[in-house]
């Protein structure tokens, strides 16, 4: 796939070859990679989760402006947890900062914030702001912004798991009610639509714990390139790649 900023075309041009027909409903973006940028440019880690943040600005906005409902990123795994504590705090910082300064203009442009995670796992200030942004934001709907903190996939399949046998044994609902669809409901995710595209930035081609029961006939993308270059361009020519290719979902 592409390399770097110099084999693609000018964004205007690779905007205007997006078929707006055919817009993936949903994207959802594994954000790797700030660490190893910041390496190449003698820089701390956390100067690049910062430019990283820059970058899931611009996507925002511009998977916003292309009018696509579902965005997710994932922000923290529950694995993340494993890194230094100063890297950890930085993270948090930053996503305290994130929210501090854009829920104004998010809320404007009323999209909606959804976590997918467990947010009984933050640390205060982080949890209290996220509650705040869901909160101010709940009845929002042109864009569902997903972001995926202290969130495992199979964390995600066991907890569904556990709420629907709560509710077989209170009798809400009776095992035979269960199907793909029920199933799909106790999921964060909830009645959002599967990603039909999922995108993996810094060359690394694994999943690592992402999306694991929504990403079924999902299409994947893996630019070779560190989150921090992840500009408007590539996420065109993401676009584009995906709209080249021919889903048929076991079909012929
Ligand atoms: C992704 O970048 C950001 C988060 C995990 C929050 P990394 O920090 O994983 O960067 P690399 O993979 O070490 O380069
Ligand atoms: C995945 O990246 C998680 C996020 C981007 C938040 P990691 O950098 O944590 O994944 P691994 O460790 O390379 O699989
Ligand atoms: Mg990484």
Known sequence: MFQNNDDLEKEDVLRNKIDMERLPSHIAIITDGNGRWAKKKFLPRAAG????????????????????GHLTFYTFSTEN???????IDSL?????????????????????????????????????KVIKAIEKTKNNNT??????????GRNEIIRAT??????????????????EETFKNYLYTGKQPDPDLLIRTSGELRISNFLLYQIAYTEFSFPNI????????????TIIDYQN???RFGGI
């Open 49 to 68: 989760h910062k430019a990283g943040v820059e970058r899931v600005k611009e996507v925002v906005k511009a998977v916003g402006d292309l009018g696509i």
């Open 226 to 237: 560190y989150w921090p270059d992840f500009s408007k361009k590539y996420l065109y020519k």
């Open 162 to 179: 556990k709420k629907i046998i709560e509710d077989v044994e209170e009798n809400r609902i009776s095992i035979d009610d269960i199907d």
């Open 92 to 128: 948090m910082k930053l996503l305290v900062k994130y929210l501090d300064k854009e829920l104004n203009t998010l809320h404007e442009n009323d999209v909606k914030i959804t976590v997918l995670g467990d947010l009984t796992g933050l640390p205060s200030l982080p949890k209290e």
């Open 81 to 87: 947890w494993n890194r230094p504590q100063d890297e």
């Open 143 to 152: 864009l569902n912004l997903n972001i995926a903190l202290n969130y495992g």
């Open 245 to 247: 290719r021919n889903r």
